[in-house]
C-alpha cells in the first residue's frame, strides 16, 4: 500500500504566479487534511476535506488559498497570485476516518516564492 | 481553544544517554495526544499516540510517553538513543469535539552526538 503522495515535491513560483499542490491519499483513505509549516515553526492546520466537501477551512487564509477533494483525482491546494510570505512546506495527510484517527503524512511539498 | 508548548526548541545528547523531550498542552475539554518525528526533508511520522486508557503508551522505535491529566503534560523518552534519532520531534493534540485537527507544537530538535 503506498504512503501518501504529494507532487511536486518542490515549486518555485514567481510573485504573482499561481502554484497548484497535489496529494493523493493512501488507497482507502476518504480524509485528507492540509498542513503549512513555515521555516523554523510547528505545522499549522489550513484546511480538512472529505470527498467532494470542505468540513474545516478554519486554517485557510481567506484570500487567495483554496482547496478541493474531487470524486475522482488527488487533492488539490491552489494558492493564486503567491507572495513571498506563501513560500513554505505544505504537508497533506489522510486517515480512511476522521476523529482522531492516526493521520499520515506525505513528503511535502517546498513553495518557493521568488 | 487547544494549545502545545513543547519547553525545549532544541536537545542535545549523546549516543546511548537517556532523553526526556517536553510537552504541554492546554484545553477546557478531553484530549487525544501524538508524538511524531519529521527526519530532514520528509514528512511527518507518527511515533505513538494516546487516545484513552493507559497513560503509559509505548510506540515505535523504543519511545514511550506518559500521559498525566493533572500537569496536562505529554512527555516522550527513550532510555538510550542512537544517532539515527537525530531529528525534529512533534508533540500534537486534538479535541474530542473539534473534529480531526491536529495542534501542533514548535517542535523539538534531537541531536544525537557520538
Known amino acids: 500500500n503506498a504512503g501518501v503522495m504529494q507532487n511536486p515535491r518542490h515549486l518555485v513560483r514567481r510573485r504573482g504566479q499561481e502554484a497548484r499542490l497535489r496529494c493523493s491519499p493512501m488507497?482507502?483513505?476518504?480524509?485528507v487534511y492540509w498542513y503549512r509549516q513555515l521555516p523554523e515553526e510547528g505545522l499549522k492546520f489550513m484546511v480538512y476535506?472529505?470527498?467532494?466537501?470542505?468540513?474545516?477551512e478554519s486554517g485557510m487564509p481567506k484570500e487567495r488559498f483554496s482547496a478541493e477533494f474531487p470524486k475522482e483525482g488527488p487533492s488539490i491546494l491552489r494558492i493564486q497570485q503567491v507572495v513571498r510570505g506563501d513560500s513554505a512546506a505544505y504537508f497533506c495527510?489522510?486517515?480512511?476516518?476522521?476523529?482522531?484517527?492516526?493521520?499520515?503524512f506525505g513528503p511535502g511539498t517546498r513553495l518557493t516564492v521568488l | 481553544a487547544q494549545s502545545v508548548t513543547q519547553l525545549d526548541s532544541q536537545v542535545p545528547v549523546f549516543e546511548e544517554a537517556p532523553v526526556e523531550l517536553r510537552c504541554n498542552y492546554s484545553?477546557?475539554?478531553?484530549?487525544?495526544l501524538f508524538w511524531y518525528v519529521q527526519y530532514p526533508n520528509q514528512g511527518l511520522q507518527l511515533l505513538l499516540k494516546?487516545?484513552?486508557?493507559?497513560?503509559l503508551v509505548k510506540g515505535i522505535n523504543g519511545f514511550e510517553a506518559e500521559f498525566n491529566k493533572s500537569q496536562t503534560s505529554f512527555h516522550l523518552r527513550k532510555p538510550s538513543v542512537h544517532i539515527s534519532d537525530t531529528a525534529e520531534y512533534f508533540c500534537?493534540?486534538?479535541?474530542?469535539?473539534?473534529?480531526?485537527?491536529?495542534?501542533f507544537g514548535e517542535g523539538t530538535q534531537l541531536t544525537v552526538n557520538p
Open positions: 495527510a489522510s486517515s480512511p476516518l476522521g476523529g482522531a484517527d492516526t493521520q499520515y
Open positions: 488507497k482507502g483513505h476518504s480524509h
Open positions: 476535506l472529505q470527498k467532494e466537501n470542505i468540513i474545516d
Open positions: 484545553s477546557s475539554v478531553s484530549v487525544y
Open positions: 494516546y487516545l484513552s486508557g493507559s497513560t
Open positions: 500534537a493534540v486534538t479535541q474530542e469535539t473539534s473534529g480531526s485537527r491536529l495542534t
